[in-house]
């Protein structure tokens, strides 16, 4: 069974451009979440999704959104770039529909920098 | 205030030590607790939850002071292969919940 997948692995983009991160959780799995992980800091919540419905946010600037599509893999997108948005943007799944799911399954990450 | 402070160390301590970190927490209503550990270049994967009763799992033992709003996690007989960041977690309630990570305890076991 494919784990949670993200793409891309890797984005290079320059001050000012928006950036588009994907991923598609575990098959059977209803909720997507997004997380931030600047270098030398912790995991910084960013986004849940459940059911196609945001179900909370992080403490982030309106330019950072995204969606969740019906077969529930989602995107994120971070408009007008800043340098201190390059980080490894981690998406997780988890399987309990409309409630938070503790275990969580983590893909390997995008790694975003802006130049 | 940070709502989940750990110490990022980093812990270097030698193979069979035994080794404790703690976590704290702000959110008194906070639901529940977990352990992730995170290699380096990896992705985080869940260790283990923390139950009230304090729970052990082979050499890790989770304990959890609600008064005092902290949880640890305890390795004995620490192995090379113990060497990762360990990640405190904990499931808020405010407004809608959501699971908020500790910035990590780095930990090195040395030959």
């Known amino acids: 069974e494919a784990g949670v997948t993200q793409s891309p692995t890797h984005l290079i983009k320059t001050r000012g451009q928006q950036a588009t991160l994907r991923c598609s959780p575990i098959s059977g799995h209803t909720s997507v979440y997004w997380y931030q992980q600047a270098l030398g800091l912790g995991l910084q919540f960013l986004l849940w999704?459940?059911?196609?419905?945001?179900?909370n946010r992080g403490n982030f600037p309106p330019r950072f959104s995204g969606r969740q599509f019906p077969n529930y893999s989602s995107e994120l997108n971070v408009n007008a770039l800043e340098l201190e948005d390059s980080a490894l943007y981690l998406c997780?799944?988890?399987?309990?529909?409309?409630?938070?799911?503790?275990?969580?399954?983590f893909g390997s990450g995008t790694q975003l920098s802006v130049l | 205030r940070k709502e989940v402070e750990q110490d990022p160390g980093p812990f270097n301590v030698p193979e069979g030590a035994t080794v404790a970190f703690n976590c704290t927490y702000s959110?008194?209503?906070?639901?529940?607790f977990f352990w992730y550990r995170q290699d380096c270049r990896k992705e985080p994967k869940l260790l283990m939850s923390?139950?009230?009763s304090g729970n052990e799992d082979g050499r890790f033992t989770a304990q959890l002071n609600r008064a005092s709003q902290y949880i640890s996690l305890l390795i004995r007989d620490s192995k090379l292969s113990d060497s990762a960041t360990y990640l405190c977690?904990?499931?808020?309630?405010?407004?809608?919940?959501?699971?908020?990570f500790g910035q990590g305890t780095r930990l090195t076991i040395n030959p």
């Open positions: 959110n008194s209503a906070s639901q529940s």
């Open positions: 999704y459940d059911e196609g419905e945001e179900r």
């Open positions: 977690v904990v499931n808020f309630i405010q407004g809608a919940q959501k699971l908020v």
């Open positions: 923390v139950y009230s």
């Open positions: 997780a799944s988890s399987s309990l529909r409309r409630q938070l799911n503790e275990k969580l399954f």
